[in-house]
Nanobody, 126 residues
Framework: QVRLMESGGGSAQAGGSLRLSCTGS????????MGWLRQAPGKERERVAG????????YYHDSVKGRFTIARDNSKNTLALQMNILKPDDTAMYYC??????????WGRGQTLSYMGQGTQVTVSS
């Protein structure tokens, strides 16, 4: 059974930083594509950042470019999202997601990844 588990959420002041981590019950080398999504109250879920198996494909939502960095370490079964220069608009539940297929055939086509964690809350105050 695939389980993804996020950690690292919390509260921060605008301009501050947080680092989210995702670990899992299975080998991350099985996942061709992984990513982070978020959902704020009353808003649709949106894709924040995505990364291919070897890191050759990386996607960022326009609103986080230059502020967030996604990284994965398949040998340690971890996916991270470094969030800097946080803004109140970054407040949301953040979810880790993964799929065995490549980003080119999933994330890159706007498709939902097969597996997703329970989420971790990020709250940014002004």
């Amino acid at each position: 059974q695939v389980r993804l588990m996020e950690s690292g959420g919390g509260s921060a002041q605008a301009g501050g930083s947080l680092r989210l981590s995702c670990t899992g019950s299975t080998n991350f080398s099985d996942y061709g594509c992984m990513g982070w999504l978020r959902q704020a109250p009353g808003k649709e879920r949106e894709r924040v950042a995505g990364i291919s198996f070897g890191g050759g494909y990386i996607y960022y939502h326009d609103s986080v470019k230059g502020r967030f960095t996604i990284a994965r370490d398949n040998s340690k079964n971890t996916l991270a999202l470094q969030m800097n220069i946080l803004k109140p608009d970054d407040t949301a539940m953040y979810y880790c997601a993964a799929d065995q297929n490549s980003c080119a055939t999933t994330w890159g086509r706007g498709q939902t990844l097969s597996y997703m964690g329970q989420g971790t809350q990020v709250t940014v105050s002004s």
